[in-house]
């Protein structure tokens, strides 16, 4: 199977389950719908996670915060995606 642009991948992720990283500390997992060439996404049964990191300034531990929270139907603009994670390949 050959790739002749970057695009070609997530087309082989369609209706799988991908896990999205987006800028601002997010990610989102879920079924890839549908994509376009800007990289814009439409995920259903999305589960989004946003991350929050705080500073304990009294051990100066990062403190990472995960909330979560289930979206039927999400649109990610393309700008926002940093990676997009296949679902694992089978052994052939």
């Known amino acids: ?3 002749n642009q970057p695009l070609d991948l ?3 992720c369609l209706g799988e389950e991908v896990l999205v990283k987006l800028r601002g500390n997010r990610e989102v997992q879920g079924i890839l719908t549908s994509y376009d060439e800007h990289t814009n996404l439409l995920i259903t049964k999305a589960k989004e996670t946003a991350i929050s990191v705080t500073v304990d300034p009294n051990t100066n531990e990062e403190i990472e915060e995960r909330t979560t929270r289930s979206i039927p139907s999400l649109f990610v603009r393309g ?12 052994q052939m």
């Open 79 to 90: 700008d926002l995606v940093i990676i997009i994670a296949p679902p694992k390949v089978k």
């Open 1 to 3: 199977m050959t790739f």
């Open 10 to 12: 997530v087309g082989l």
